[in-house]
């Protein structure tokens, strides 16, 4: 496994940005396809966004698309979500996650970090 933590939650308007960073501890991070969920309270954990080991391949919630951007370099052990456009839906606690391979399920993913929490006011 993996040990994995996020940085660069907080307090932000509508319509703001944010970037997330997600850093790993280990240097076989390169061979994890990594993820992004969140989840609001109240509410069940959900898929964001996820970017395949080599970056070649991404995925995004289709309610994200075009305002997010998941990224990764695997020299620095980190993968960045760069959210622009925020709304008030999209305040939850974020966490980056791995897996074996490029999957949305959140069963599939072995390791997690704490979470980072983002609120966006109205």
């Known amino acids: 496994q993996v040990q994995l933590r996020e940085s660069g939650g907080g307090l932000v308007q509508a319509g703001g940005s944010l970037r997330l960073s997600c850093a790993a501890s280990?240097?076989?991070?390169?061979?994890?396809?990594i993820a992004w969920f969140r989840q609001a309270p109240g509410k069940e954990r959900e898929f964001v966004a996820s970017?395949?080991?080599?970056?070649?391949?991404?995925f995004y919630l289709n309610s994200v698309k075009g305002r997010f951007t998941i990224s990764r370099d695997n020299g620095k052990s980190t993968v960045d979500l760069q959210m622009n456009s925020l709304e008030p839906e999209d305040t939850a606690v974020y966490y980056c996650?791995?897996?074996?391979?490029?999957?949305?399920?959140?069963?599939?993913?072995?390791?997690w970090g704490q979470g980072t929490q983002v609120t966006v006011s109205s």
């Open positions: 996650a791995a897996s074996n391979y490029m999957t949305a399920k959140r069963t599939e993913f072995t390791s």
């Open positions: 970017i395949s080991w080599s970056a070649g391949n991404t």
């Open positions: 280990r240097r076989t991070f390169s061979n994890y396809a």
